[in-house]
């Protein structure tokens, strides 16, 4: 390369570096792009589907249609306590996957409150028996006999 020409291209570098301020205003005008897509209620959407897609994908290794075909499959209710409910749905209508978390099989579809309430008790079935003997006790009495075998009566009727 020529003097010449390694001059003109130092000039051409010089003249289209990204300066401090430059690379500021690149930043700002990005942000402002990305606080107006997600003001934008149907940008946040997709991009909140598209992301609950890719989870789905990959830790279930089920594709959008399996989803929905598994919960066609149930009636589009949940599999615990029978509520209607949606993938992408809102609050407690909102459909989950449940699965194992020692072997990772799909196990059905349940609502919010009943896949978190299975969560919460560590999918065992010593702590659901422990709930049952609560519920039906009111306490929980570990030197008890077979939480199954408990009935709670109510003015000498048995419930």
């Given at each position: 390369?020529?003097?010449?020409?390694?001059?003109k291209r130092r000039e051409y570098i010089r003249?289209?570096?990204?300066?401090?301020?430059?690379?500021?205003?690149?930043?700002?005008?990005?942000?402002?792009?990305?606080?107006?897509?997600?003001?934008?209620?149907?940008?946040r959407k997709a991009r909140n589907d598209r992301?609950?897609?890719?989870?789905?994908?990959?830790?279930?290794?089920?594709?959008?249609?399996?989803?929905?075909?598994?919960?066609?499959?149930?009636?589009?209710?949940?599999?615990?306590?029978?509520?209607?409910?949606?993938f992408g749905g809102k609050g407690f209508s909102?459909?989950?996957?449940?699965?194992?978390?020692?072997?990772?099989?799909?196990?059905?579809?349940?609502?919010?409150?009943?896949?978190?309430?299975?969560?919460?008790?560590?999918?065992?079935?010593?702590?659901?028996?422990?709930?049952?003997?609560?519920?039906?006790?009111?306490?929980?009495?570990?030197?008890?006999?077979?939480?199954?075998?408990?009935?709670?009566?109510?003015?000498?009727?048995?419930?």
């Amino acid at each position: 390369m020529t003097y010449a020409k390694s001059e003109k291209r130092r000039e051409y570098i010089r003249k289209r570096r990204r300066t401090p301020e430059i690379l500021k205003r690149e930043r700002e005008l990005e942000r402002a792009r990305y606080v107006e897509q997600a003001a934008d209620s149907e940008w946040r959407k997709a991009r909140n589907d598209r992301e609950n897609d890719r989870k789905v994908r990959t830790r279930y290794k089920m594709t959008k249609a399996d989803r929905e075909q598994l919960l066609a499959s149930v009636g589009g209710c949940c599999q615990l306590c029978g509520t209607s409910i949606v993938f992408g749905g809102k609050g407690f209508s909102v459909a989950h996957v449940d699965h194992c978390h020692d072997t990772g099989v799909v196990r059905g579809i349940l609502c919010g409150v009943c896949n978190t309430a299975l969560g919460r008790l560590g999918d065992s079935i010593e702590s659901i028996e422990r709930v049952l003997v609560y519920l039906r006790t009111g306490s929980v009495d570990s030197s008890s006999a077979d939480p199954r075998q408990l009935v709670l009566s109510f003015g000498g009727e048995e419930k």
